[in-house]
């Protein structure tokens, strides 16, 4: 069992930055798929990035060149940071876990966070 909890939400005015954090328990962190993913008023769930364990990366389209993923195995947390803001990016992030091979499929994750809002002014 994996328990994963997100942090570093908040308002913020576009053109801004954020960094998000997920902090995951269990001793085998190291070998899971990490992924961020996100949900807007009205709108499904969607990806927005992710790490492999081998350290592998890919981004959603709209995030590439302002979003970094990155993880920090010694401890257990994720991160995501997240440059240039925009009032499209406002949503409830997730941070997910899988202990297979990376995908942006939200529903091949096995393990998710609470969730974080950010909120983005114009």
């Known amino acids: 069992q994996v328990q994963l909890v997100e942090s570093g939400g908040g308002l913020v005015q576009a053109g801004g930055s954020l960094r998000l954090s997920c902090a995951a328990s269990?001793?085998?962190?190291?070998?899971?798929?990490m992924g961020w993913f996100r949900q807007a008023p009205g709108k499904e769930r969607e990806f927005v990035s992710y790490?492999?364990?081998?350290?592998?990366?890919q981004y959603y389209d709209s995030v590439k060149g302002r979003f970094t993923i990155s993880r920090d195995n010694a401890k257990n947390t994720v991160y995501l940071q997240m440059n240039s803001l925009k009032p499209e990016d406002t949503a409830v992030y997730y941070c997910?876990?899988?202990?297979?091979?990376?995908?942006?499929?939200?529903?091949?994750?096995?393990?998710w966070g609470q969730g974080t809002q950010v909120t983005v002014s114009s």
């Open positions: 269990g001793r085998t962190f190291s070998s899971y798929t």
């Open positions: 790490i492999s364990w081998t350290g592998s990366k």
């Open positions: 997910a876990a899988r202990s297979s091979g990376a995908t942006p499929n939200q529903y091949a994750y096995d393990y």
